[in-house]
């Protein structure tokens, strides 16, 4: 676990080497955007229920991500969730599938930003960008609708604004004000093949007797580090969780 602080934010500490081995290839990482954690359950002996969402075609000036359809597809089928895809993806009905079912995890696959301004920090839907306080609302009323909170919040193919060193961990603190008891979000940008690949094998091992977010995410990562088309950490070590471990 660290708490990091200042440029040390933007550092994916999987990829720290010492001279024979990369991190991640021995220890499980997380990070926290504070000393203090919030109580949680291991998700791996809870029934994952996720709402699967993502837009793969290009919309408002942003690129087509043709991965997302299979991420967004294989995704919901592992873990029997509620797939929106394209024009099933607007702000109306992801608030209406979060706050109105019993999911514990929710899984984002589309474009947006992450900045420590919250008026910059938004994630694209079919009919327009969500701001995050928009997400934060409809995650801390959903907080307050269902009994179990809601254990992960995954933002995949986001983009992390330039030069903001407290992007990502600031985003992950205000989903854990919201309800979310952990997030996993990229430091930079990767292809969205590369990202659909690693949150389904993500999902994969989530699956696994007695297995914790943190580790289910460095099995993911290894999976790449393994392939010789994938094997710089450029890949694979900006995907970081933030929040609780379990």
């Known amino acids: 676990m660290f708490v990091l602080d200042g440029l040390l934010r933007k550092v994916p500490v999987a990829a720290l080497h010492d001279g024979k081995q990369y991190l991640i290839e021995k220890y499980s990482v997380a990070l926290s955007p504070g000393l203090r954690l919030m109580s949680t359950q291991q998700l791996a002996k809870q029934q994952v229920r996720a709402v699967v969402a993502g837009i793969s075609e290009a919309r408002e000036g942003f690129n087509a991500l043709p991965s997302v359809v299979s991420e967004v597809g294989d995704i919901s089928k592992a873990t029997a969730g ?33 900045s420590s301004n919250l008026d910059e920090t938004f994630l694209l839907t079919w009919n327009g960008r969500m701001n995050i306080r928009e997400l934060s609302d409809l995650l801390r009323n959903r907080d307050a609708s269902q009994k179990d909170a809601l254990e992960l919040l995954v933002l995949s193919a986001c983009d992390t ?26 430091l930079w940008p990767v292809k969205d093949q590369v990202a659909a690949r690693l949150m389904t ?24 580090l393994k392939d010789k088309d994938f094997d710089d950490p450029f890949f694979w070590s900006s995907f970081v969780l933030v929040g609780n471990w379990l």
């Open 161 to 186: 604004a330039a030069g903001d060193d407290r992007a990502v961990l600031g985003l992950a603190g205000l989903a854990v004000k919201s309800g979310a008891r952990s997030t996993l979000a990229s």
């Open 201 to 224: 094998q993500f999902y994969e091992e989530l699956k696994q007797p007695n297995m914790t977010k943190a580790e289910a995410l460095r099995r993911s990562q290894l999976a790449l």
């Open 82 to 114: 509620t797939a929106l895809l394209n024009q099933n993806f607007t702000t109306q009905t992801l608030a209406s599938r979060v706050q109105g079912s019993s999911a514990n995890l929710v899984h984002l696959a589309t474009h947006g930003q992450f």
